[in-house]
């Protein structure tokens, strides 16, 4: 029960934001729109846009995760697994590591 309340918190509170980001930032654009392709491309051209926090405290790797992009979030582990570390660094999931939401995910 625990577990069913705090995805529906995660999904309510990140849906919004997410959408809003998107049109703000290629990355996040491409996320949202699944092109695994462009994604690899951009990265690979600036793989400094990883590290880029949201609005929200997130980053490519755990917008991915939100977004259920598995196969982007391989790529990402794959090519920089420094990225397994990157913490939410704000709100109400600071602290969380890409570790945390796939627990969650299953």
């Known amino acids: 029960e625990e577990e069913g ?5 995660l999904g309510n509170a990140t849906e919004e934001a997410q959408t809003r980001r998107s049109k ?3 990355l996040f654009k491409l ?3 699944g092109d695994q392709e ?4 951009a990265v690979r051209a600036n793989p400094k846009g990883i590290t880029k926090s949201s ?5 490519a790797i755990h917008y991915c995760f939100l977004r259920h992009r ?3 979030v391989k790529f990402l582990l794959n090519n920089y697994p420094h990225t397994a570390k990157h913490r ?3 709100g109400e999931y600071c602290g969380q590591t890409c570790l945390h939401l796939a627990i969650i995910q299953k």
């Open 5 to 9: 309340r705090y995805l529906q918190i």
């Open 24 to 26: 703000d930032d290629v």
């Open 31 to 33: 996320i949202n729109e």
């Open 38 to 41: 462009g994604f690899e491309s």
């Open 55 to 59: 609005p929200d405290g997130e980053t």
């Open 70 to 72: 598995r196969e982007m």
């Open 88 to 90: 939410y660094t704000s």
